[in-house]
């Protein structure tokens, strides 16, 4: 089945899967691939989403409450003084974060989406794979995703317990009120990060389990990765599929959000190449 006009709309429910890297292991090929989640429930007439449990709503709003307050926060860091203290440690704060997998981004970036998806009151709305055909087959691609879906879950739940841990100790540092509490920050961050990754990675493994998730062929997708290749394959081990050059073509191609997912792309084929190189480097 090959991508309808319908299906790259930017309202559609669909995952992309954009894979990015191939690795050679012992136990078979290993894909990196971007996904972009897109699985908000369609409204009813009444303009009203499906619920799902009141404590499914209740963790979901109060993580919702807690990062933007903790985003108000840290944004307030940035608008200090040039060169002052606060300000260097916003900036240092923010090179840090940008080190955040590509993966956990994209994870917990479709937490709401994901979350509403979960109960669709009763009726079964099946979600489209889009994979370029070119590059992998309609079963690779879904058993790709169940593979990531059950590599992450244990990360971030492992995450999620880690920083909990540790952000109790963080917080006498805000009675210091000359130093802003960038462990409280980044501490706090991390963990509605985790918990949101892995209520995702679990409410997709539930959404895969039901066999609601479809493959589906994209043309779109074949002729960007026809047009923009990998200039020379990375090494005997490692295979890069596509150029940087594509991210325009994919964020405008497949209506995404230009700012956004341009950089999280970026991102992606940056740390891609950074664990490649790694890899090489200790010979594996």
């Known amino acids: 089945m ?20 191939f690795q050679q292991k012992e136990s078979g090929v290993e894909a990196l691939t971007f ?16 619920a799902t449990s009141r404590i499914g709503r209740a963790w979901g709003d109060i993580s919702t409450w807690a990062q933007t307050k903790v985003e108000g926060m840290w944004s307030s860091l940035g608008r200090a003084e040039a060169g002052s203290f606060r300000r260097k440690a916003f900036q240092a704060g923010e090179r840090l974060m940008n080190t955040q997998e590509f993966e956990e981004i994209a994870l917990k970036n ?17 979600v489209p794979l889009v994979y370029p055909s070119s590059i992998t087959s309609g079963e690779a691609a879904l058993q790709q995703l ?28 805000k009675l210091i009120p000359v130093i802003p509490n960038f462990p409280f920050f980044f501490s706090a961050w991390k963990l509605i990060s985790h918990y949101r990754a892995y209520k995702t990675s679990q409410n997709l493994q539930s959404i895969l389990g039901k066999a609601l998730i479809v493959p589906e062929s994209s043309q779109i997708l074949d002729e960007i990765y026809r047009k923009y ?17 594509a991210i325009p073509a994919l ?17 992606a084929f940056d740390q891609v190449q950074e664990r490649y190189s790694s890899s090489n480097g200790n010979g594996n």
């Open 146 to 173: 169940r593979q990531f879906a059950d590599a992450r879950s244990p990360i971030h739940r492992k995450g999620l317990y880690t920083w909990s841990a540790v952000i109790p100790f963080t917080v006498p540092l």
């Open 35 to 50: 996904y972009h989640f897109q699985l908000s429930v369609p409204t009813d007439d009444k303009g009203i989403q499906p």
């Open 2 to 21: 090959t991508t309808s006009l319908v299906r790259i709309s930017r309202n559609a429910r669909r995952i992309l899967a954009i894979p990015l890297g």
């Open 251 to 267: 964020v405008e191609q497949l209506h995404l959000d230009g700012p956004q997912d341009s950089a999280d792309l970026d991102r």
């Open 229 to 245: 290749p990998s200039s020379s394959p990375f090494s005997a081990q490692h295979t890069i599929l596509l150029s940087k050059a």
């Open 110 to 126: 479709a937490f709401a989406s994901l979350r509403s998806s979960k109960d669709t009151g009763g009726e079964k709305l099946e």
